[in-house]
């Protein structure tokens, strides 16, 4: 198994498991405050997980010749690369706009006034450490879903290419 292999296994692993957790946290906040616009988020993430699950396959597919592949998996790949590319992009942008000392003010300002609210105290050092936390944690994300969907475009390559090769090495059909 080769480094490549081993860092698509280990990316899409993380990005099944990290995009499973979204979609249920998602899911939850839909049901509990009935926001349809969370519905979007949604289907952006069930679009990145439905990505990693067909490139699974199209790895195994490349690893074990005798796995047979659906026809429309490779083609589904290529489609619904977008979506981890998307979502990746806007983690990564989102996590950098969390650096604007105003967007910064405004979270703060938010968490603090909840806090009072709910007249909870928040240890000094708590929000900026959740918040650093918060950014590393999306912008490790958004670079798995874009190192993800950069690597299954070359597997889709080669399982072309292994096909194309083994149409051509076989017999004629027409003369047979």
């Not at 099944?16 to 979204?22: M, P, V």
């Not at 906040?29 to 490139?55: E, N, Y």
Request: glycine letters at 10%; charged letters at 15%.
């Amino acid at each position: 198994m080769n480094f490549g292999i081993k860092l698509f296994r280990i990316l899409n692993g993380i990005g099944i498991f990290l995009t499973g957790a979204l979609v249920l946290i998602f899911l939850n906040v839909m049901l509990q405050t009935g926001d349809t616009a969370v519905l979007f988020m949604i289907f952006f993430l069930g679009g990145v997980l439905i990505h990693a699950i067909l490139s699974n396959a199209l790895q195994k597919s490349l690893n074990d010749p005798a796995y047979t592949l659906k026809e429309n998996t490779p083609g589904g790949v290529q489609v619904l690369g977008f979506f981890p590319i998307l979502v990746g992009l806007l983690s990564v942008l989102m996590a950098s706009m969390l650096n604007n000392p105003e967007i910064r003010e405004v979270l703060f300002k938010q968490l603090k006034e909840q806090a009072d609210l709910q007249k909870q105290t928040i240890p000094a050092g708590t929000m900026e450490a959740a918040l650093s936390f918060f950014q590393v944690v999306m912008s490790v994300y958004g670079i798995i879903l874009v190192g993800n969907a950069v690597l299954s475009m070359f597997y889709v390559k080669q399982w072309r290419d292994r096909q194309n090769g083994d149409q051509n090495e076989g017999p004629d059909d027409i003369g047979a």
